[in-house]
């Protein structure tokens, strides 16, 4: 799906997201989803209006290595964090 982002937040708004979810990712040990969980999360993504191309035009984040991580979360509350991860 091939959308522009409307209203992005700002580059300093999208760059203190990414270092948080990172930040997040290693104080989880680097835990990642389920196969199953994985595709669940990129379904709800392909359908949200704020995914633009591979980027959530939400938080900025890239969609694909976000919803890896089984700590991330969308920013907007549509899929949760996990806590069934393993070891990535
Ligand atoms: S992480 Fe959430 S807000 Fe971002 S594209 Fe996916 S569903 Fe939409």
Known sequence: MT?????PPPLIDQAWSF?????TFFADGCCIVS????????QICDA??????????????IIPLKARGQSMQCPLGKWPSETTGTVG
């Open 3 to 7: 959308s522009p982002i409307a209203d």
């Open 48 to 61: 949200c209006p704020s995914r633009a191309d591979w980027k959530c035009g939400a938080c900025g984040c």
């Open 35 to 42: 196969r199953s969980q994985y595709e669940r999360r990129l």
């Open 19 to 23: 270092a948080r979810a990172v930040a």
